[in-house]
């Protein structure tokens, strides 16, 4: 990446309650996965993933989520799973509710439409929580969480140590587009 670029995606980003709960998923399941932390500051929902940007194209890609039409919904975190492929061990959901599903699918509707590049994988909502992890015999069951999601963010990359991810801005979900 050159500095005239930005590692960019777009995430659901925890509030204080929501960010508390999952690092205490992520202490109860530690010691049975291993692994690396994500940071508890860093733990997030990723909803389209651009990878490296130019940043010629912030402007656009900001332009781009202020049009995003979106309903606040309710979000129960109520699930352990673990990727083989990628050794990760993430938090899911049972159920996933249409406000998210619609959510995703404008924004990258939008995105697609600008010609913003992105990774157009097929969405599954997961909250990643170790990486290089083991798979546990069995999982412990961790009481729920209910997350309220009244928002979702563009976040980059910032390196260096401690958090990794900062949040570059916002846009409220309210109906109101
Ligand atoms: P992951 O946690 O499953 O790796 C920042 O890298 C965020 O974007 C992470 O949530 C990551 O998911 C997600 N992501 C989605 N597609 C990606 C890709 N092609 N490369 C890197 N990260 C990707």
Redesign the pocket.
């Known amino acids: 990446m050159t500095a005239a670029h930005a590692r960019l995606?777009f995430?659901l980003w925890p509030d204080t309650a929501t960010r508390t709960a999952l690092a205490a998923w992520q202490r109860s399941v530690a010691p049975l996965c291993g692994g690396r932390g994500m940071h508890p500051e860093d733990v997030?929902l990723?909803l389209a993933?651009l990878?490296d940007t130019p940043l010629e194209l912030l402007d656009a890609v900001k332009h781009v989520a202020a049009g995003v039409h979106g309903e606040p919904f309710a979000l129960r975190v109520d699930a352990l799973n673990y990727w083989k492929h990628?050794r990760?061990v993430?938090a899911g959901v049972h159920e996933v509710p249409a406000a998210l599903s619609a959510l995703v699918e404008d924004l990258r509707g939008r995105l697609r439409a600008a010609g913003i590049r992105f990774?157009a994988?097929a969405f599954v909502p997961?909250i990643?929580l170790f990486r290089n992890a083991r798979p546990a015999e069995s999982w412990p069951a961790l009481p729920h969480i209910d997350w309220q999601v009244k928002a979702f963010a563009l976040v980059r990359?910032a390196g260096g140590t401690g958090p990794r991810y900062r949040v570059e801005a916002r846009w409220p979900l309210d109906g109101s587009r």
Request: proline fraction near 0%.
């Open positions: 995606f995430a997030h990723t993933f990878g990628n990760i993430w990774d994988k997961h990643t990359a």
